[in-house]
């Protein structure tokens, strides 16, 4: 039976003729608010709670990591709202989390949300513990929110670029950062002790792991 606009499938190819129209090709402060807040903020807090998490339980340095992990997640969600409006262009389009059906592949809907939360994740892991290093290396705060800031809005930046990249290009790459970003947070000073005292932890990392490895095994469609 042919999909009617009720069905997912419908709805999706209703969302994509109203964006190709124009509909959603608004630029007042209703439409900022979505991209930013509920598109931006919201993906970002539900999908990247792992790390949230990691970086919330972190209490060696509370301070620097806390501060870190709010730069990193606000300018992520800033940069998110802006590339879904256009008003920046970095030569590939953002991939809207609207845009995938409902189902189990590795480029269906659950598949593409676990792929965008290891990213999301990742990112804000390298610039929390990155920022939080800055800090504890003598930068203070205006340097761990250099740091992590900048290292949010790289990522963001990047994002739509590495997923139009060739396969193994994007994947290669994606290894590389997910690779990097957990080192930087299992290396982050007291870790190992808190992953003794807080298996919760343990269990955050190893879910990001995991997103990460399933993100570079299945490629670059649904990043």
Do not use: K
Not at 99 to 115: C, M, Q, S, T, V
């Amino acid at each position: 039976m042919a999909p009617t606009d009720e069905s997912p499938r419908g709805s999706t190819r209703t969302r994509r003729h109203r964006r190709q129209s124009g509909d959603d090709d608004e630029t007042g402060v209703d439409a900022w608010l979505d991209a930013t807040v509920y598109f931006g903020l919201g993906q970002h807090l539900l999908l990247a709670l792992p790390m949230l998490w990691v970086a919330f339980m972190t209490v060696s340095t509370p301070v620097a990591v806390t501060t870190a992990a709010v730069v990193s997640l606000a300018v992520a969600c800033l940069a998110i709202g802006a590339l879904r409006m256009d008003a920046v262009s970095v030569g590939a389009p953002w991939h809207r989390i609207e845009d995938n059906e409902i189902g189990l592949g590795p480029d269906a809907g659950y598949g593409f949300l676990l792929r965008r939360a290891a990213y999301l994740n990742a990112t804000l892991g390298l610039g929390t513990f990155l920022g939080a290093r800055a800090d504890i290396a003598g930068a203070g705060l205006f340097g761990s929110v250099v740091v992590a800031g900048g290292v949010a809005l790289c990522a963001m930046l990047a994002l739509p670029r590495l997923r139009a990249a060739p396969a193994p290009t994007s994947a290669a790459v994606a290894g590389v950062y997910y690779t990097v970003s957990l080192l930087v947070v299992t290396t982050f000073p007291g870790m190992v002790d808190l992953f003794s005292l807080s298996p919760s932890v343990v269990l955050c990392v190893l879910a990001v792991a995991v997103a990460a490895a399933f993100d570079v095994a299945t490629g670059r469609d649904g990043r």
